[in-house]
């Protein structure tokens, strides 16, 4: 039995791209204002060496405000701060911005969790060893934390390829998009197996690069 | 809870090492003149506030520490005064001086100024995982800002101090626990420290690392003339490294003094408990043998001589029986010397002995066969009733 497709090949191929552009660029975006942030939460916490509880509080709302907003609300509630960043409302690039923000203060919930489990032990010791507070920072939290923070910006990442699926309502296009026009709403079977096996594929290497680098980490 | 701290005056004039002390002077003596590193602490207290209420963890500690000498201090757990010493916590009363400045008072600055003056070394070493050997090492002296050429030298003197120069590319976690500390000392002695804080250094540790590692603090005390403070609750190690100790008592001083004064002659009920481990009870044979009473028959006077040191008085075999007369038995022995004093006791059993003796005479003057004869009873001749 041959196989013939429903749609041209290219479609997937561009699909792909689009999810690919989305995932990779939000992720990173994530990542630059994810870290900062948590390290923020972290040091303004009461007890932490910033301790500047008024700040830390203000940053939680907030965080907590964006991760109780569904992604679909969001990416249409954020439409103007889009145009503004992106200079469009549709495409890949409109999706970017909603995706980036909806991601960094999940990404960045993670990494507050890594940074609280390094060992205080070891925040002592930097100190009785006269480094200052970013260098503790920078010599201490972010390295020690390291592995639970490349295990969470993997799931990020994941997250992010599945949340990418919903940016088809900005016209962004992207594997999640295809399955839903053609998949979904024409019933085209073909082409939900094929994005659905396409995706699995996508988040197994993701998943496994992550897991991987994690593993050399741990074991060194 | 008890506590107990140490100190030992230097082996040697210390010799001032070749030490990194400000970043950007390298491999210079100290400025001023005179001995550096002083601690002094003056009626310190500390009370933790705990869901049950206050914890009162310290009383009125004041202490005295001399330049290039080690101390120690023993507890269930309490680090509280030894990190009042680098302000890793405040005391809630009281003063810690240090050369004479309240550390209280110091800014950020010369609060991270005075901790690259103040070694520490912990229980659980406390080495960060995600960095080489030499990086945990190098690190007090990278956030100092020491030039790169200058920190690998210093580093590769630091690994040969400790001997794991083969180990400067190995992480933490394929190094063993004494390797782990060897790395902690080296990386607390990396800014050149003055005084070296030793929090339970030891007692993560095996019997035999524990040994090694207190061989290697010795060194660094002779050599580098680093006051070491050290905390432990095994007597044993203070005994080995320490010269003065203080015995802490639910947060206050219980004695203070010259090692094997203290452990010669215990005054306070809790260093007699720190002290139980280490003396030998009779055995229990013995116990079962000994009679009140002189018992009919031929016997043996069993006697209990104890030294405390400090006059130089040795358990003379001949000479005790030659003053105590007849046929002297040893049942058991355990003398030590610490700081070079003797200390310990003698278990003998004394027949054909004159039928009273002024054990309190043999005790004092040309006569003294010990610091104190006690007389634990009787038992039946083994020689002669066989």
Not at chain 1, 190 to 197: D, G, R
Not at chain 2, 11 to 25: C, G, H, K, M, Q
Not at chain 2, 30 to 39: D, F, N, Q
Request: proline residues 5%; hydrophobic residues 45%; charged residues 15%.
């Amino acid at each position: 039995m041959s196989l013939t497709l429903s749609i041209p090949i290219e479609r997937y191929g561009n699909a792909l791209l689009d999810t690919l552009q989305m995932v990779s660029v939000s992720g990173a975006l994530a990542l630059l204002a994810g870290v900062p942030l948590a390290v923020l939460l972290i040091v303004s916490a009461p007890g932490g060496f910033l301790d500047w509880p008024r700040l830390h509080r203000v940053l939680g709302s907030v965080i907590n405000g964006f991760r109780a907003t569904p992604f679909i609300v969001l990416l249409v509630a954020l439409i103007p701060l889009t145009r503004l960043v992106a200079g469009t409302t549709i495409g890949v690039w409109a999706a970017i911005v909603p995706l980036a923000i909806s991601a960094t203060p999940f990404f960045a919930r993670i990494v507050e969790v890594s940074l609280r489990e390094v060992d205080p032990g070891l925040v002592e010791a930097a100190q009785a060893l006269g480094c200052r507070k970013w260098d503790i920072v920078w010599h201490v939290y972010l390295p020690e934390a390291l592995p639970g923070i490349v295990g969470g910006f993997t799931i990020t990442l994941v997250a992010l390829i599945s949340s990418s699926a919903m940016a088809g309502a900005v016209g962004a296009g992207g594997l999640g998009d295809l399955a839903i026009r053609y998949g979904y709403q024409r019933f085209d079977t073909q082409v939900m197996v094929i994005v659905i096996a396409m995706l699995i594929v996508l988040v197994s290497l993701v998943q496994r690069a992550g897991d991987g680098y994690v593993r050399r980490l741990r074991n060194r | 809870m008890e506590l107990s701290i140490t100190a030992r005056q230097s082996l040697t004039a210390p010799s001032r090492p070749d030490l990194v002390r400000e970043p950007t002077v390298t491999l210079a003596a100290p400025s001023s003149g005179g001995p550096r590193g002083k601690v002094a602490l003056r009626g310190v207290g500390k009370t933790y506030v705990s869901a049950a209420g206050p914890v009162q963890a310290l009383q009125d500690i004041d202490l005295e520490i001399a330049p290039g000498s080690i101390i120690g201090r023993s507890g269930a757990g309490k680090s509280s005064l030894l990190r009042t010493i680098n302000r890793l916590e405040r005391p809630t009363s009281g003063r810690v001086e240090v050369d004479d400045v309240d550390i209280a008072t110091l800014d950020e600055a010369q609060l991270v100024a005075l901790r690259r003056r103040i070694g520490m070394i912990f229980q659980h070493f406390n080495l960060l995982a995600a960095k080489t050997v030499f990086d945990n090492i190098a690190l007090p002296l990278r956030v100092a800002g020491v030039p790169r050429a200058q920190i690998t030298q210093r580093v590769h003197e630091l690994l040969a101090l400790v001997g794991l120069q083969d180990k400067a590319d190995s992480y933490p976690r394929r190094l063993s626990g004494g390797q782990k500390q060897r790395v902690g000392i080296a990386r607390a002695l990396a800014s050149g420290p003055e005084i070296l804080l030793c929090d339970e250094a030891t007692s993560a540790l095996d019997p035999e690392t524990t040994q090694s590692i207190l061989q290697l603090l010795r060194d660094i005390n002779h050599k580098l003339g680093i006051t070491i403070i050290l905390i432990t609750h095994e007597m044993s190690v203070i005994r080995e490294i320490a010269d003065r100790v203080l015995v802490l008592e639910q947060g206050r001083v219980a004695e203070l003094g010259e090692i094997w004064q203290v452990f010669g002659k215990p005054q306070h009920p809790a260093t007699r408990a720190l002290l139980a481990p280490l003396q030998h009870g009779l055995p229990q044979e013995l116990q079962q043998a000994l009679q009140p009473q002189a018992p009919a028959g031929r016997h043996e006077r069993v006697l209990q001589l104890e030294f405390h040191g400090g006059d130089g008085l040795q358990p003379d075999l001949q000479r005790i029986a030659a003053v105590v007369g007849g046929r002297v038995r040893v049942l058991q022995a355990g003398v030590d010397h610490i700081q070079g004093h003797t200390h310990g006791q003698l278990v003998l059993a004394v027949a054909d002995a004159p039928a009273s003796h002024d054990w309190q005479a043999l005790t004092q003057g040309a006569q003294a066969i010990a610091h104190h004869i006690k007389e634990l009873g009787y038992v039946a001749d083994p020689v002669h009733s066989h």
